[in-house]
């Protein structure tokens, strides 16, 4: 039951990050200056599905690799470092994020 509620939760987190992601490519291809029309939103959709895509593929191939290679419990570590990579990238580009929107509001109140 334990891996049965994981996967489900797995499964909830994988939808909450697609849909939240995707979000933030469109909104960032028309903040960096791309037309806020359907030619933006179909080239949007199209780069990210298949980065998206290509990811889905590399992780789990490169993850069977180490795993085959140095075993469970490092391959473990491996990834655990990249997730916390991950995260302060996030960490990061969020604070930037703020940071730009304040501009802009200052910006438009002048």
């Known amino acids: 039951t334990l891996i049965q509620e994981m996967m489900s939760l797995a499964g909830f987190a994988y939808s909450f990050m697609m849909v939240s992601s995707f979000s933030r490519a469109q909104s960032y291809a028309i903040c960096i200056g791309f037309a806020n029309d359907i030619q933006t939103y179909v080239m949007v959709s199209g780069v990210w599905t298949s980065a998206f895509s290509l990811g889905n593929f590399v992780g789990p191939t490169i993850g069977g690799i180490l795993v085959e290679m140095k075993g469970f419990q ?6 655990c470092i990249l997730y916390v990579i991950m995260i302060m990238l996030d960490i990061i580009d969020n604070i930037n994020l703020y940071k730009r929107n304040q501009y802009q509001r200052l910006h438009n109140k002048l």
Do not use: E
Request: no cysteine.
């Open 74 to 79: 490092i391959t473990t570590f491996y990834f």
